[in-house]
C-alpha cells in the first residue's frame, strides 16, 4: 500500500516568512497526491493536487507543492504566511482506484502550523 | 452546488442509545465516504460508497451501519457505541470512478458518547 510522511508534526513561522511543510510518500507506482487543510472544528479543504503533467503545482490560498520523483516528495510551500494560514495541514496519496468507482485516500499525520506576528 | 452538508453538527448520545448522521451532496458525485477523525489524528476511511453501493467497509465494528439511499444522501446509523467512539464523523464525495480526483469533504459532526 502506498503511504505518505509528513516531517514535522508542528512548524511554527513569523507573519510574512516562508511555509514549508514536508512529506514524502512511498508508492511503487506513479502516485496521485493531495494537500488539505483543515481549520478547528472544521472538515477538510483540498489545497492542491497532484496527478499527472506539470510537476509544480498552484493551488488556493497562495499554496504550491513540487512533485520530485527522485526525491520521492511533495512539499508544500508559500511565500508569504498569513495569519490566517494557521490550521492544520494533511498530505495524502490516493491509495487505489476502487472497482465500481471512488478511490481511498491515505493520510500523513498532520503538520501543525503556527503563525507567529 | 459545490458542497458536502452534514447533519447534526454536534451530537451527544448515550451508549444505549440509536441515532443518525446524515450527510448529503448535490454535485452528482458517484463515491461517497465516511471517514472517522480522533483529536490530533488524521481521518481514517470507515466505508465507501460507490455508485450507491457498499464497495469498502474497513473493518468497521457492526453498531456503526451506513445506508446510501440515494446518489445525493448517506447516511450512518450508531447505536450501542462506546465512550471511545467519540470523535468528529466526516463524510466526503469524490466525482468518479478514477482515483486521480480529491474529495469534497462536509464540515463534520462531532460526536461524543456519554
Known amino acids: 500500500a502506498q503511504s505518505v510522511t509528513q516531517l514535522g508534526s508542528h512548524v511554527s513561522v513569523s507573519e510574512g516568512a516562508l511555509v514549508l511543510l514536508r512529506c514524502n510518500y512511498s508508492?511503487?507506482?506513479?502516485?496521485?497526491l493531495f494537500w488539505y487543510v483543515q481549520y478547528p472544528n472544521q472538515g477538510l479543504q483540498l489545497l492542491l493536487k497532484?496527478?499527472?503533467?506539470?510537476?509544480l503545482v498552484k493551488g488556493i490560498n497562495g499554496f504550491e507543492a513540487e512533485f520530485k520523483k527522485s526525491e520521492t516528495s511533495f512539499h508544500l510551500t508559500k511565500p508569504s504566511a498569513h495569519m490566517s494560514d494557521a490550521a492544520e495541514y494533511f498530505c495524502a496519496v490516493s491509495d487505489q482506484e476502487l472497482t465500481g468507482g471512488g478511490n481511498k485516500l491515505t493520510f500523513g499525520t498532520g503538520t501543525q502550523l503556527k503563525v507567529e506576528l | 452546488d459545490t458542497e458536502v452538508t452534514q447533519t447534526p453538527k454536534h451530537l451527544v448520545m448515550g451508549m444505549t442509545n440509536k441515532k443518525s448522521l446524515k450527510c448529503e451532496q448535490h454535485?452528482?458525485?458517484?463515491?461517497m465516504y465516511w471517514y472517522k477523525q480522533k483529536a490530533k489524528k488524521p481521518p481514517e476511511l470507515m466505508f465507501v460508497y460507490s455508485y450507491e453501493k457498499l464497495s469498502i467497509n474497513e473493518s468497521v465494528p457492526s453498531r456503526f451501519s451506513p445506508e446510501c439511499p440515494n446518489s445525493s444522501l448517506l447516511n450512518l446509523h450508531l447505536h450501542a457505541l462506546q465512550p471511545e467512539d467519540s470523535a468528529l464523523y466526516l463524510c466526503?464525495?469524490?466525482?468518479?470512478?478514477?482515483?486521480?480526483?480529491?474529495?469534497?469533504f462536509g464540515s463534520g459532526t462531532r460526536l461524543t458518547v456519554v
Open positions: 466526503a464525495s469524490s466525482q468518479g470512478p478514477g482515483h486521480n480526483y480529491g474529495y469534497t
Open positions: 497532484y496527478t499527472t503533467g506539470a510537476t
Open positions: 454535485m452528482g458525485h458517484r463515491a
Open positions: 508508492s511503487s507506482v506513479p502516485p496521485y
